[in-house]
Every structure is written in C-alpha cells, then in structure tokens.
C-alpha cells in the first residue's frame, strides 16, 4: 500500500507549523490517490495534534529525538516507511532538520530528494512537483526514476488545514533511535521583537540601496506602526546591517504578506524568489527600471530618505482618523 | 591538514531577468549572450575556509576538483590562483547533462581516488538548480557525516566546529574527521587572487579524470540511470500592472501612496 510520510520536527516543545502545511499537501496527495497520510514525530504528546491536522497514522518516535541532527534520525524514518509502506516523504526544508534529512535519506535510498518544491501532483499514481530553479529564474518539473520519492518545502508554502479534533486515527511507537556523530554544542537564538516575519501581514524590507544600516531604524518604526516585520535583503544581511534571520528570499524566508513594502531593494530573482507571492507590493526605489517596481502594484520612484519619513508620517495621521 | 574542496562553473547567477532564456523543447538554459560563466559563488568561500583551515594548521594540501565540461578548467584555476596546491578535473562526454545526484556519485568516486582527505568542502548549494543535495551526498557515500551551512569552521582537537546558520539563529557543531562541511554566504568574502597568483596557477597543473578513471561506465551517468527526471523547464510569465505615483515632490508622493493604501483597506 503506497502512502505518503510527513517527518515533524518538534522544536522547544512545540511541533513545527511547516509539518501541518505539509500535512495538508499530503492530503490533498492522498484526495488524489496517493494512499494514506502518516507522520512521523518524536514525543507521544503531539499525535493528536498531527491527526488533527490530517495524519491518518502516527508513528510516535522517541522524545529524545527532538533537537538531534539528520543521522539520529534515519532510522526512525526507514522504521516508519517500513510499517507504512510509504513511497513518498514530505519533509520542511529546515535549517536544523530537514535540509540535511532529506538529502540523507535520498542517498541512503538511492533515490532523489526535490528540495524547496512549489507545487506537488499525482500523475499515474507518481509524484510530478515544481521547483524554481536558476535564482528563480525558471520553473522545473521533475518525477522521480526511484520508488521512493522525498520532496522538501519551505515553510509557507502550502496551507495546513484547520485543526479538526474530531478527527481519528491511529497511533504507533516506534523504537528506533540513531546515534547523531554530530554533538550540539551550543544554540544561538536571534529573537525578533514583536511579530515573526514569517507570520506578519506587513513586511517592510530593506535593501543595500539604504546606503547604511541606521535606515533600518526608520524601517522598524514603519513595521511597528503597521504591526508588521522587517525583513531584508541578502546585500544588507552581508552587510552586516541586519542578521540573516531576517533574510527574504532564495537562501532566506519565504513570505506571502497582504502587504510587502520593499525600500532600495532591486528585486533580483534570488529576492523575489521569497516574497512574490506576497499579496500587494509597493516599491520604493530611485530607479525606474528596478524589478521590483515592475512586480509592484504602487511605486515611488524617489529617494527614500525623503519618501519614508512623509510617509510615516501619512500613516501615522491615517492611523489616529482610525 | 589535507582538504579538497568542490567547485562547480555555472552561469553567473546575477544574469538580470531579462536575458535569462530557456529552451523549453531541449528543457536546457540557453547560455546569455555576453555573460560568461562563473564559479558557483558560494564555492569561493569554500576554497577561502579550506586555505585558512590549512593556514591555521601550518601545512598540509588543498585539492581542488571539479566535474564539468573543458570550461571548467576556470573554476579550477580561480581556486589555485586563490591558494589552493593541486586540481582536478572530472571530464567526459558522458558527464553532459549530468544531474547533481550522478555528480555526487562521480566525486565520491573522484575523493576516494585522491585517497588523503581530513576534511572535504563545498558550497551550500549550487546556484544553477539550487538544489543543496550534493554534500550530504558525497557525505552518504563515503560513509562520513556533513555538516551544513557553515558561517565559520575551525579545526579543535582532531575535530571539525562549525558554526551553522539556523533559520532563527546559530548552532555550534562538532563532527568527527573526515567530513563534509557545506559553506554559506554568511561565512564572508573569499581573498581576491593577485595577479602574481593568477601567474603562478597558471603553472600548477591540472589532472583530468574520465569517467573509466572513476570506475563508472558513462552508461551508469547516463539519462535513463538519472535519479531525477525533468519533465519540464520554463520561464514563469509575469506581466507588470505596476501604478507609478506621480507628484511634484518626494513628500507629496509618500502621502499619496499612503493614501492609496488605505483606500484599498492595506494599512
Ligand atoms: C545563490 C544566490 C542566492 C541568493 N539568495 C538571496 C536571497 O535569499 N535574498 C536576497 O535578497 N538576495 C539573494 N541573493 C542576492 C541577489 O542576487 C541580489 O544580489 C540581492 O538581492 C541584491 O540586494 P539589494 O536589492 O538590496 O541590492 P541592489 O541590487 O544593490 O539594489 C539596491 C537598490 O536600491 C536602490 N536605491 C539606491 N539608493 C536608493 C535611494 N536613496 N532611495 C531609493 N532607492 C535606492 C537602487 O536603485 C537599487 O534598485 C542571492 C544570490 C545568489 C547568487
Ligand atoms: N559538478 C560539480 N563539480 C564540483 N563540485 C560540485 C559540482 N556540483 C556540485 N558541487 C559541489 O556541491 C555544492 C552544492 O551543489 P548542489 O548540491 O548541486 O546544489 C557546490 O557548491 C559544489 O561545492
């Protein structure tokens, strides 16, 4: 029996969002044919939660999975795909997890892994997924020659489905445990006052074109008058004037706010590859020919230091008429 | 310290929008007129980390291989004007069109015919299909661990460090030796070469290994053993309907525009 395995990672207790996106794209899979939808998580705690969300099966793994890399992984990912009889892995193209599982458990298989897909079908009963490719450039279509078949997706990529506590199914253990040759040695956290960029409804950005990171003070203002977060460009994170955290884009975030006001940013296809599904984009930028502008619904073609205060300052009196 | 580090020529990423084509009968990019290929940007960086590695450890070799056609001699030779003692290239007809799933086969193959390593370094992802799989693959394959997303890399008592870059902030690893460390952009800009470098490189010799050389048939490489099979290549249409705000002055558009937002309920 095919099926499709979503892999949950748990951070700080908590099961992150991506795998519910993902569990919605496995159901949509399996309203296709794809079979069951299982999940795989570590922590008896959060299987009610996984079938609320769409998992059919859930096989709960050890606690102590949680926070260990790749390696310490593979097996309860091979003893799960064995109770399941899943041909296809849905993982989230995480930094701590899923960026490295996924391609282990490809090579391990002998089979491909299609990292950051956009757009995942069923076409005679096998996988047929989208990816940008080429900084954004262009679109891939791929299917795999392997019976397995494991894609990745950035978070917020496709919609989870409304919890359902009615919901049933079952729950398994499963034993298997790797031992990581990898040791944790210390974890940085960068915190981000108020709203996470990756949930906002407003996202300010800024580019190089800022000229010097002081900017990114007027930037936060604006983000905090209109509850939204600032995210910025990679030329300004390697600048050092905002941590890569908060980097939109290809190597970066992917949002899809109803409203992205990007400031001296060009729009080069690597940065629009992480906010062109934003709802409504407005460019501010000296240049008339920037890709941004073109991508966006409003822009002003000025310099920025004169734009933003006046508009602030707009926002701020729209604001008090309520 | 002996390290190799992976480089891949590709063309240059920072291709504006405008000139990028795709043959979508052939599913191939057609090579922009003028715009010459490049060393994936992020493999520089890797050459950078494994010169220092080597500096800090007062000796050792920096082998550099790369797969890819004749073209990619420059990918090598950029890296040795860079530093780096020795290069390799992987080249035969049977490579074209080959996926990043057969490269990693073919430079494990490769790094096991080198036979000394400590550590192997690459970029974190190859900026053509963006793809990030070839490390954890040579990685599988040689039966060693990878570590990914490196921002910085230090060698401490017969182990690698990293420092990795998390989505919400950093992680320090540690990892037995040999293993695969793939660098990222964060890890900062790799030295610019000399001209009395580019000279010197100009004399380091470069070996090149076929496909029998790595023990593969290039009927392994070929397109029906391909593990990833594209269907498809094209260009996504987008069309602008951007509104341009015209006013006499900075100020006078800024309000504008604010204005334009609210009556369209955004703000
Ligand atoms: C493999 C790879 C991955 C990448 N990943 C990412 C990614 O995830 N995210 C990302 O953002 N980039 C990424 N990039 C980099 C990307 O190609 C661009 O280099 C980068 O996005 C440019 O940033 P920018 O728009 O801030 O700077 P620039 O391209 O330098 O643009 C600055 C803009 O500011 C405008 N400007 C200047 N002064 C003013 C002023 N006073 N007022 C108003 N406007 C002004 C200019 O007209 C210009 O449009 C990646 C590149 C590669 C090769
Ligand atoms: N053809 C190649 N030759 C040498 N190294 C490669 C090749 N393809 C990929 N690599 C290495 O693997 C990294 C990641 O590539 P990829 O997995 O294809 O995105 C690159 O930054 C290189 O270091």
């Not at chain 1, 050890?62 to 399941?84: I, R």
């Amino acid at each position: 029996m095919p099926g499709v395995l979503v892999i949950a990672e748990v951070a700080d207790g908590k099961v992150l969002p991506v795998a519910f996106e993902l569990l919605g794209a496995a159901r949509a899979l399996s309203a296709e044919g794809a079979g069951p939808v299982s999940a795989l998580v570590p922590g008896q705690a959060h299987a009610q939660e996984l079938i609320a969300r769409g998992a059919d099966v859930v096989y709960v793994a050890p606690e102590s999975l949680a926070g260990q890399m790749y390696d310490a992984w593979l097996p309860a990912v091979d003893a799960a795909l064995q109770q399941s009889g899943a041909d296809i892995v849905l993982l989230g193209q995480t930094a701590s997890l899923g960026r490295d599982l996924g391609p282990a458990l490809a090579f391990a298989h002998r089979t491909a892994i299609a990292p950051e897909v956009t757009a995942l079908k069923l076409e005679n009963g096998r996988l047929r997924v989208t990816r940008p490719c080429y900084g954004g450039n262009a679109r891939a279509e791929h299917t795999f020659a392997g019976q397995l078949q494991i894609a990745s997706a950035k978070p917020k990529t496709f919609d989870a489905l409304e919890p359902d506590a009615s919901r049933t199914g079952e729950v398994k253990t499963i034993d298997a445990v790797g031992q990581s040759r990898i040791t944790v040695l210390s974890v940085e956290k960068v915190e981000s006052e108020g709203v996470r960029l990756e949930d906002a409804d407003v996202v300010v950005a800024g580019g190089r074109g800022l000229g010097d990171p002081s900017a990114f003070a007027m930037l936060e203002e604006l983000a905090k008058l209109l509850r939204g977060a600032v995210g910025a460009s990679r030329a300004a994170c390697d600048l050092g004037w905002y941590p890569p955290s908060s980097q939109v884009g290809l190597t970066g975030k992917t949002v899809s706010p109803t409203l992205y006001i990007a400031v001296a940013i060009s729009g080069a296809s690597q940065h629009m590859a992480g906010m062109s599904g934003s709802k409504n984009i407005v460019a501010i930028n000296k240049d008339p020919e920037a890709n941004m502008v073109k991508a966006a619904k409003y822009a002003v073609i000025d310099d920025y230091r004169k734009v933003l205060p006046a508009f602030i300052e707009e926002v701020r009196k729209l604001k008090a008429q309520g | 310290m002996n390290i190799i580090v992976c480089v891949k020529q590709i063309p240059d990423p920072e291709t504006p929008a405008s000139s990028f084509r795709v043959d979508e009968a052939a599913k191939k990019v057609v090579p922009a007129q003028g715009i010459p290929p490049v060393v994936n940007p992020y493999d520089p960086q890797a050459t950078e980390a494994a010169l220092r590695l080597k500096e800090a450890a007062g000796g050792g070799k920096v082998t550099v291989i790369s797969l890819g056609p004749e073209s990619a001699r420059d990918a090598i030779k950029h890296a040795l004007a860079m530093g780096a003692d020795e290069g390799i290239l992987l080249n035969d007809p049977g490579f074209e069109g080959i996926d990043n799933f057969q490269t990693a086969v073919a430079l494990a193959k490769a790094i096991e015919k080198v036979g000394q390593y400590d550590l192997i370094l690459m970029g974190r992802a190859a900026a053509d299909w963006d793809m990030g799989v070839v490390p954890m693959g040579v990685a599988t394959l040689l039966g060693i661990p990878c570590v990914s997303i490196a921002k910085a890399i230090e060698r401490v008592d017969g182990k690698v460090r990293v420092t990795r870059v998390l989505d919400d902030g950093f992680q320090t690893v540690e990892a037995p030796l040999p293993a695969v460390v793939s660098v990222s952009n964060e890890f900062g800009e790799p030295r610019y070469p000399q001209l009395r470098q580019i000279m010197l490189a100009a004399k380091k010799t470069v070996q090149v290994w076929n496909a029998a050389d790595l023990g593969l048939s290039a009927d392994q490489l070929g397109e029906a053993n391909r593990w990833l099979k594209l269907e498809a290549l094209y260009v996504p249409k987008v069309e602008s309907k951007v509104e341009i705000i015209e006013a006499d002055s900075p100020e006078e558009k800024a309000r504008i525009l604010a204005q334009k937002l609210r009556a369209d309920k955004l703000i």
